[in-house]
């Protein structure tokens, strides 16, 4: 089980210790869990008093932590950002998607009236 070559490249890795070809590097296998999940289901059947040890879990869960029910039933939301803006930005833009508007024809100019000033229209 030494190094061996493969088309003049050393295999096993740079240090040629690494996995050969056909080589596994688990030389027991899969860990035997198939059991540990079959123990687990027994144990949340299992009756406590009146309720199952399930019934026991899931109202722990509801206390202290409802959120992991929730992404349990429907998934974990993602998470977005939100820009939220100041009104003298909101002021700004919608000031200048009027002006592009005016100066495109689509919305006509107010009337000017000689009697305010223009400070004192918005």
């Not at 996995?19 to 059947?45: C, I, M, S, W």
Request: net charge negative; aromatic share 8%.
């Amino acid at each position: 089980m030494g190094v061996e070559n493969n088309n003049g490249e050393t295999t096993g890795g740079c240090t040629g210790k690494g996995f050969l070809p056909g080589q596994t590097g688990n030389r027991f296998g899969r860990p035997k869990t198939a059991h540990f999940a079959e123990e687990v289901r027994d144990y949340l059947n299992r009756k406590d008093g009146d309720k199952t040890n399930l019934e026991t879990v899931l109202e722990n869960l509801k206390k202290r932590r409802p959120e992991i029910l929730l992404y349990f039933a429907f998934g974990k939301p993602i998470e977005t950002q939100v820009q939220v803006k100041s009104a003298e930005e909101e002021t700004e833009e919608i000031a200048l998607a009027i002006a592009r508007l005016w100066a495109q024809g689509k919305v006509p100019r107010p009337p000017e009236d000689k009697s305010e000033s223009k400070d004192d229209w918005h």
